[in-house]
């Protein structure tokens, strides 16, 4: 099977927008969707909430003043006090309470708005995924392509809980105490604050993108690692056949131990950060302080204009230094969710045309018109390629690696469009009609069928979920699985383990078979479905898939060439085109590639060697 040539990763096709702001734009339509109505009212109220509990906040600081005021016998500029000073205490007390109890009833109103976007965003991506074409998921690494995903949702979500609500209240609040200053203390309390501010955020934000750097350096070697421990595992039969544990884990390490200098420069960058933040902090609330004591003395500020002014400073001081923290997050929510938008960004390579009708296929004949492909430009595959597959005919596809044979299957399939040519389905260019229909069209059975780690049943039914056990059942008789299922501790709820490595390849080859047999389809591919598999249950196989093929247009992609002496129709592939086509006898007679071939691997001597299951029974031997 060729592999796929291309100049383009999947890195190189994961590309963040420009800047934060088109990635906020991004999250927006998820807060405000058209037409859901619910959740803009949901939205409004929250920020309704928002802005009481932030007035409640802002007020409480003077309930204490004017409270201290009374126990100290001044009433300053406040004039009478009505309520005393246990009533005023108590005012505070239910200010404090009723400020965390809209924060919180603001957090409960809100937190399905969060989540409903965070749903919608995650099956956004995942339909995204199975969007895009066959050559980017044969480029891409699942490993790395799962912490974008994981790292974007989760930016996702911390944007939304803190932005909304740590950033914007803050600015509220920020707001509303300089104002107050400037109009109880004057202009000089308010420039004090506005200065240190200012300092601070400016600092924050200097230092957290020059952080920032050396933080996507660190997710970049934590992604490596995490993909060379993935794909590691993937391949742990291959490792152990290699006695290559050590050579693994040396290799897992190199990529931890360049994480490890990340995550060391991370470290250290923060404390940095976390110093200067705390010097202009202190700073500012020391002037503000020496500024309120010095008016206490000279008689223009009571007591409690003191502790006001304390408590308006430590009330400011508390969420500006959680700011750090929230900005540098935020920074980095925002880079992992460009990556993420990034990828929602890569289009589909292959799309159906405008008011594509579905695929119809009342007989079933397939046509390939002089069809040119090439994964690269630069290397073609199949140069002018023409056959017809009549209703209900087998026909073959035989060659030396290379030669394009399973590259006509994922053509058919439209994994890829052709670079000219044509192929039809009973008179239908498959490019102008919807993929979903032609899909449905057409079942392949590979060379390798992989399952899903779940049990015998689900991954038969998946064939056609609508069939019921019933169906299933059915169709694993005619695969001639069923005694086999029914044999296993658990019947058909037994677990196949991830890719199905629980059972042998014969056993797999026939679940495979099975809900293919459930789909239905009016076109089978059988691209080598028994090339990896011994003689003996080879042949089995083939009874199988024989049976399958009554009725239906099939296309089989074969190596051995036993399997396809009965074919209708047999096209020998050389280097992308037709070099022999005829009948198993007539191509025999030719004298031609399919004779040589033919007369080589009837000579081979094939040893027969049954394998065991690996559900419940006894496992294969050595």
Do not use: C
């Amino acid at each position: 099977m060729r592999r796929v040539t291309t100049s383009a990763t999947s890195e190189d096709m994961v590309k963040a927008p420009a800047n934060g702001w088109q990635t906020m734009k991004r999250v927006a339509p998820y807060l405000w969707p058209e037409g859901e109505a619910w959740v803009k009212r949901r939205v409004i109220l929250a920020l309704l909430l928002l802005l009481i509990s932030k007035i409640v906040s802002v007020y409480t600081p003077w309930l204490y003043k004017v409270a201290v005021d009374a126990l100290t016998g001044e009433t300053g500029k406040d004039g009478v006090l009505l309520f005393g000073a246990v009533g005023l205490t108590v005012a505070y007390g239910f200010a404090r309470m009723g400020s965390v109890f809209f924060g919180e009833l603001r957090d409960w109103v809100f937190v399905r708005v969060g989540q409903r976007a965070l749903r919608k965003l995650a099956y956004e991506t995942f339909t995204h995924i199975h969007r895009l074409s066959l050559r980017y998921h044969i480029t891409r690494k699942t490993g790395g392509l799962s912490r974008i995903i994981e790292r974007g949702v989760k930016g996702v979500d911390f944007l939304l809980r803190f932005m909304l609500f740590s950033i914007i209240p803050l600015i509220l609040e920020l707001t509303m105490v300089s104002v107050i200053f400037a109009l109880y203390y004057g202009l000089t309390y308010m420039a004090v604050v506005l200065v240190t501010i200012a300092a601070y955020v400016t600092y924050t934000f200097k230092i957290t993108e020059w952080r920032v750097k050396i933080r996507k350096a660190m997710n970049d070697q934590d992604t490596d690692a995490n993909q060379k421990a993935i794909d590691s595992l993937l391949n742990y039969e291959t490792v152990k056949y290699f006695s290559a544990e050590a050579r693994e884990a040396a290799r897992y390490d190199r990529a931890m131990g360049l994480y490890e200098q990340a995550a060391v420069k991370t470290g250290q960058s923060l404390s940095m950060l976390n110093v200067g933040q705390n010097v202009i902090i202190t700073t500012g609330l020391i002037a503000v302080m020496v500024m309120s004591a010095m008016g206490v003395q000279q008689g223009r500020f009571t007591v409690g204009d003191f502790v006001m002014v304390n408590a308006y400073m430590m009330q400011i001081t508390l969420p500006l230094g959680f700011l750090g923290t929230v900005y540098r997050e935020i920074r980095q929510a925002l880079v992992d969710m460009g990556e993420m938008f990034g990828l929602l960004s890569q289009p589909a390579e292959i799309v159906d045309a405008p008011n594509a009708p579905d695929l119809k296929v009342p007989a079933g004949e397939i046509a390939f018109d002089n069809v040119h492909f090439a994964y690269d430009a630069n290397r073609p595959i199949l140069k002018g390629v023409s056959f017809t597959v009549k209703p209900g005919q087998k026909v073959a596809l035989v060659g030396s690696s290379g030669s394009g044979k399973s590259t006509i299957g994922r053509l058919l399939f439209r994994f890829y469009d052709i670079s000219a040519g044509s192929i039809r389905i009973d008179g239908q260019d498959i490019r102008q009609v919807t993929q979903t229909s032609l899909h449905r069209s057409i079942g392949v059975v590979p060379q390798d069928t992989v399952l899903f780690n779940d049990t015998v049943e689900y991954n038969i039914a998946y064939g056609n979920p609508d069939e019921g056990q019933e169906g299933v059942i059915r169709a694993a008789k005619a695969a001639r699985i069923h005694d086999f299922v029914t044999s296993l501790p658990d019947g058909y709820a037994a677990k196949v383990g991830e890719r199905g490595l629980k059972l042998s390849g014969g056993e797999k080859q026939r679940v495979g078979i099975a809900r293919t047999l459930l789909k239905n389809p009016p076109i089978l591919v059988l691209d080598e479905a028994t090339s990896a598999l011994d003689t003996q249950t080879e042949r089995d196989i083939q009874e199988s898939l024989n049976a399958m093929g009554q009725g239906r247009s099939v296309i089989t992609i074969a190596h051995r060439l036993s399997t396809i002496a009965d074919s209708d129709l047999i096209l020998v592939l050389e280097a992308g085109e037709v070099a022999e086509r005829g009948t198993h006898d007539e191509l025999l007679a030719l004298g031609g590639r399919y004779a040589a071939m033919w007369e080589r691997q009837s000579a081979e001597e094939v040893e027969v060697a049954p394998e065991a299951d690996g559900l419940g029974r006894a496992p294969a031997k050595g």
